[in-house]
């Protein structure tokens, strides 16, 4: 496939496997993948990839398809990404449904003043945090609460927990609509998908032992062959009590008999992402979700 952008830039279809080695080589490591293999396997045949040409020759890459664009990079030694980023926006409203707004995933902090510029508006903005894991010899529970591994049997409970626990104020920290349908529907996929005995045994519910009601659930899950966070959550009833740093280290502590890492995404702005750099979390890049409103 080739596609005139303008006078200058056109796009031309990429070989998955070359655009994957050139993606992986002019783009920040942002996901802490762990070796080169790790990091070129993410693209697949069937993913929309293609070179962006300036009078012929590459100068850099980008994935899309009707009203989404990601994994944008440039190449050395061309750096006019201003002029580029028109040049795509123009493209992506001629191929997009014009009712719907288009998406642009992935940005990265240095790239997102020009999406501004074009007219293109932020909505969210996330990064991966990563950390060593660690044995925690002592974890002080206090006598108040009950310390479970969770089970499918559990769903509904951890359901509730997790609905209540993004209401308001701290719907920030849950990249999705938070909803009782959608939480558990992310807590079947949780179950179904991650059956490894150390992730469920480094996952954790803690439980008030006057009345057993849940107050506080981390999950553990697996992506691209390492632990994740992911998902942990107090009760605002129990917050400031130290339940969510102890679920950390239960965790951290559980998970030293496999792994040496663990990643979590977080979203900028959630009051968790001090937690997590003060327990030692070191901050990726950010990653910025912009869309260009609809146009009807």
Known sequence: MYSKLDNEFSLMQANPKDFAIHYTTYRENVF???????????????????WILLSGKRIGGVCLESNLLWSFFLEPPFTDMYRVVGSLKKYMIELSDPTK???????????????????????????????????????????????????????EEITQLFYKGYLGADSIGYPADNTIEQQRSDLEYYFKYNTEELL???????????????????LISMW?????????????????????????????????????????????????????????????MEQITFILPSRE
Not at 225 to 236: M, W
Request: proline share 5%.
């Open 224 to 284: 691209e062959d390492l632990p994740l966070i992911s998902n942990i959550v107090v009760d605002k009833g129990y917050r400031g009590r130290g339940i969510a740093s102890n679920l950390l280290k239960y965790s951290l502590t559980t998970l030293t008999e496999k792994y040496e890492v663990v990643r979590l995404f977080v979203t900028v702005g959630n009051s968790a992402e001090s937690l997590y750099y003060n327990f030692g979390f070191l901050p990726g």
């Open 101 to 155: 707004p288009i998406e642009v995933m992935g940005v990265l902090s240095y790239q997102s003043e020009h999406f501004l510029r074009w007219g293109f508006q932020p909505i969210e903005t996330r990064r991966i945090m990563i950390r060593p894991t660690e044995n925690f010899e002592m974890i002080n529970w206090e006598n108040d609460f009950i310390i479970e591994t969770p089970t499918v049997d559990n769903l």
């Open 200 to 218: 469920q045994r480094s996952s954790c519910l803690v439980l008030d032992k006057h009345n057993n009601q849940l107050v506080g659930a981390c």
């Open 32 to 50: 802490f993948r762990q070796s080169w293999e790790r990091r070129v396997a993410i693209f697949s045949d069937d993913i929309p990839s293609y």
